[in-house]
């Protein structure tokens, strides 16, 4: 999953979807992740049973620029689900439907404006 970083605007961003995993397991595996991607945004979707549990993590320094509940509120929105949260860590749900796909791989060009 490590393997999935890209560098956007100077800033490491993780996206990645996770099969099987629900919103309880999602932030046990954020909270793993933040701690090899110190300064970086993360956004984790798990895709169980026909919903998508959605989580983004955004390094302190970073949110100054984009923040974990906007990347959520963003997402959710696209998707049909609700969710926010702090600057620095939100979480939300949505339905799984077919423009899933296309709307996360949206979003690592609406985290780049966001951070450009």
Request: proline content about 4%; hydrophobic content about 40%; aromatic content about 2%.
């Amino acid at each position: 999953m490590l393997d999935d970083v890209q560098t956007i605007a100077g800033t490491p961003v993780l996206i990645s979807t996770l099969s099987g995993i629900d919103g309880k397991s999602i932030r046990t595996l954020m909270d793993d992740i933040k701690s090899k991607l110190p300064d970086s945004v993360i956004v984790l979707i798990g895709d169980k049973d026909d919903q998508l549990a959605l989580a983004a993590s955004v390094a302190k320094p970073v949110t100054a620029k984009v923040k974990a509940g906007d990347i959520i509120r963003h997402l959710a929105g696209e998707l049909g689900g609700k969710g926010g949260g702090k600057p620095d860590y939100a979480q939300g749900g949505a339905p799984k439907s077919g423009n899933s796909a296309a709307v996360i791989s949206a979003l690592s060009a609406w985290i780049e404006t966001q951070l450009s």
